[in-house]
């Protein structure tokens, strides 16, 4: 019976020794439509992970707020630096690809100029190949 009891006990508590990580890659994919207020916020806990995450794909889904400029300072205030500024043709608006010196997941963050829609810029993202990891996390922005 004190067995019995204190597995039960200790059941509750939970284990966090040893991150359980699988071989696959993970992705999140973040798309935001004039979340200026939560960007931030967001995309810091994102990259606060205690198991990072492999990839992380921002999509400005147009609007008219500053959101582009919270994403870039978010990005900067953690280390990132845009290594490289393009248009991705398959995703049909500019891309740029952020990079950190010491680790982190890559960063990519697509602007669409116009209003997109939260599927499609999900969709475009995983079709236009700016995913590669196996496993893909949606957060809202």
Do not use: F
Request: glycine share 10%.
């Amino acid at each position: 019976m004190p067995t019995t009891l204190a597995n039960a006990v200790l059941g509750t508590v939970p284990d966090r020794s040893l991150p359980v990580v699988g071989p696959e890659r993970w992705a999140a994919l973040v798309p935001m439509y004039e979340e200026e207020e939560g960007a931030a916020r967001a995309l810091a806990s994102l990259l606060a992970q205690t198991v990072p995450l492999d990839q992380l794909v921002v999509s400005i889904n147009g609007g008219r707020d500053r959101t582009p400029e919270v994403v870039a300072a978010t990005l900067r205030d953690h280390g990132y630096v845009d290594a490289q500024r393009r248009t991705c043709p398959a995703v049909g608006a500019p891309c740029t690809r952020w990079r950190r010196t010491h680790g982190g997941p890559d960063v990519v963050v697509v602007e669409h100029s116009v209003p997109t829609a939260k599927a499609e810029s999900l969709n475009l993202a995983v079709a236009g190949g700016l995913v590669d990891a196996g496993r893909i996390l949606v957060v809202d922005g």
